[in-house]
């Protein structure tokens, strides 16, 4: 039995990069709310002061410099050509650019290192992937690490859906599980992410993404699917990899808020204030929780 590391993305074409080490700690110092495809939520945050500051997104993902590359556009200054994770590592940083980002490759095989003092987030915008069925799956150091901290709620993780448009823990049309997943239903720190359309609103509401995993019908996962629009006729990006790192930064965001609060609290209060009313035809075996919204989530003085 073979596990493989699967990205969640499409539109993806053969291409070199440059060298990348194992772990990388970056500061990109992105702009302010510059992009089109971002939800006003996130501006109002930055008007109010919260932008990440003081908390860490860890996006597990490719960055080698034999891999593929996308082209797409994240940023007013045009086109841009780079692999999967250094695309899920901008958006993170676009949508928190308080945030430290550190890109972890995930071919190592390495255990997640956290950071000790404020809120750890963890970006997933892959899955491990083998025949429907298993039982006896075993996961990398990477993996590992990063279901216990989901578990025992030392850090929210957010886990992409995936692009096959079926029920979340169901076999796609190649007969696969994603055994990532699998491993993360009912972690108290854990976020399934499935990806509308477009940033939905109460007056011009969005729809899931045709290529989008569903919640299903298991109530486990329901209870910790959120959905994130994913504007890919402004990017040129699509897939549920792309919804991830939105929900990622969100996080961070409330960590620059609720500093004392912890992973699991900040994912029971993402999942808590999702909002329905922004989707065509709300269904909660489709959509889990519903849209998340920053503004909510940010707006009491305190959470428990």
């Not at 996006?59 to 695309?87: C, K, P």
Request: proline share 2%.
């Amino acid at each position: 039995m073979k596990t493989v590391r699967s990205l969640i993305a499409a539109s993806i074409v053969a291409a070199t990069g440059s060298a990348f080490a194992q772990v990388e700690a970056v500061d990109m110092a992105a702009p302010l709310f510059n992009a089109n495809w971002q939800s006003s939520d996130v501006k109002a945050a930055f008007n109010s002061g919260y932008t990440g500051q003081g908390t860490r997104i860890i996006v597990v993902d490719e960055y080698r410099a034999t891999a593929q590359q996308i082209t797409g556009r994240m940023l007013a200054a045009g086109l841009q050509r780079q692999t999967h994770g250094y695309w899920t590592s901008e958006e993170a940083n676009l949508t928190a650019p308080g945030a430290t980002i550190v890109r972890q490759q995930f071919a190592t095989g390495a255990p997640i290192s956290l950071a000790p003092t404020g809120l750890n987030v963890i970006n997933a915008s892959y899955g491990m992937v083998a025949a429907y069925g298993l039982t006896n799956v075993r996961l990398g150091g990477t993996e590992t690490s990063m279901v216990s901290y989901a578990k025992n709620g030392h850090a929210v993780v957010v886990k992409a859906a995936g692009n096959d448009a079926v029920n979340m823990l169901t076999r796609n049309v190649y007969g696969q599980n994603d055994y990532l997943s699998v491993n993360l239903k009912g972690a108290k720190s854990a976020i399934f992410v499935g990806a509308l359309d477009k940033n939905g609103s109460a007056t011009s509401k969005a729809n899931i993404a045709s290529y989008s995993n569903r919640a299903g019908t298991d109530a486990v996962v329901q209870k910790q699917f959120l959905m994130a629009g994913v504007a890919a006729n402004q990017t040129g990006l699509a897939g549920t990899s792309f919804a991830a790192p939105i929900v990622s930064g969100y996080a961070a965001i409330l960590g620059s808020k609720f500093k004392t609060a912890g992973a699991t609290q900040i994912t029971n209060q993402l999942l808590n204030t999702a909002r329905t009313d922004t989707i065509n035809g709300y269904n909660v075996a489709v959509h889990g929780r519903g849209e998340a919204s920053l503004t909510r989530a940010l707006a009491p003085v305190a959470i428990r």
